[in-house]
Nanobody, 111 residues
Framework: VQLVESGGGLVQPGGSLRLSCAAS????????MRWYRQAPGKEREVVAVISSAGDSTNYADSVKGRFTISRDNAKKMVYLQMNSLKPEDTAVYYC?????WGQGTQVTVSS
């Protein structure tokens, strides 16, 4: 199993970023996928979840209405569109399949 995140960076408050996660080594279309984040000094928390078929999603209350998770099963990709970013969204963002993690991508929201 390999999960490789990309798309992080430095963005001003109110800005947008799109994170991508490339998956390989397993039957991607069979698995629920998640995005987590971990801010300095805090525990890792789930941000968004998408079902294997992509027809069901759930979000943490802190990002609801601002973030959108999606997936492309043909490309074995999962995405996290992040809009109206806030400084408190600053964290390392991780792609997750049950039991497996990517290396993470840093998102910094600062003016």
């Amino acid at each position: 199993v390999q999960l490789v995140e990309s798309g992080g960076g430095l963005v001003q408050p109110g800005g947008s970023l799109r994170l991508s996660c490339a998956a390989s080594g397993f039957t991607f279309s069979s698995y629920t996928m998640r995005w987590y984040r971990q801010a300095p000094g805090k525990e890792r928390e789930v941000v968004a979840v998408i079902s294997s078929a992509g027809d069901s999603t759930n979000y943490a209350d802190s990002v609801k209405g601002r973030f959108t998770i999606s997936r492309d099963n043909a490309k074995k990709m999962v995405y996290l569109q992040m809009n109206s970013l806030k400084p408190e969204d600053t964290a390392v963002y991780y792609c997750n399949r049950y039991g497996s993690w990517g290396q993470g991508t840093q998102v910094t929201v600062s003016s």
